[in-house]
């Protein structure tokens, strides 16, 4: 095998084929062509179509391997942006919920001091929009 000195390619110094046209050849192509060669010539060229296919379907997978990387890349950088902006809807979620007992409870306190029947009727208004909340919250939810 040389260095053809014009493409830089390898070539098949008795044969004068070049690694491309090995490569492109098919089976029965080839076999046709390399009829009448002695035994060790045809083991010769066969070998080296087989390294030179090899080769190729080795840079093919890299290749892919290298792409699946870059989209399981991509898909873990958008997974990490949607837990982050779960996270902060959760938070505030907490904080409003926070805010409300805080609310209730001065509510409670406030009703408790002065006797009068506002806390019962607000416990009961909350009950009450506390199902009708988590009947639309299940509903959304499944959607």
């Not at 070049?18 to 089976?27: I, K, N, Y």
């Not at 416990?123 to 499944?142: A, P």
């Amino acid at each position: 095998m040389s260095i053809d000195k014009v493409t830089g390619r390898g070539r098949s110094e008795m044969y004068n084929i070049s690694d491309d046209e090995l490569m492109a050849l098919s089976v029965r192509e080839l076999n046709r062509q390399l009829r009448g060669l002695p035994h060790d010539e045809i083991v010769k060229l066969k070998q080296r179509r087989r390294t030179l296919k090899n080769r190729g379907y080795a840079a093919s997978c890299r290749e892919k391997r290298t792409t699946l990387k870059e989209e399981l890349e991509m898909e873990r950088a958008i997974l990490r942006e949607e837990v982050n902006r779960l996270q902060r809807e959760n938070d505030e979620v907490r904080r409003e919920l926070d805010e409300m007992r805080s609310k209730y409870q001065a509510l409670e306190k406030y009703s408790k001091g002065n006797g009068t029947t506002a806390v019962k009727m607000l416990k009961i208004q909350t009950v009450k929009r506390e199902k009708s909340d988590s009947s639309f919250r299940y509903k959304d939810s499944g959607s």
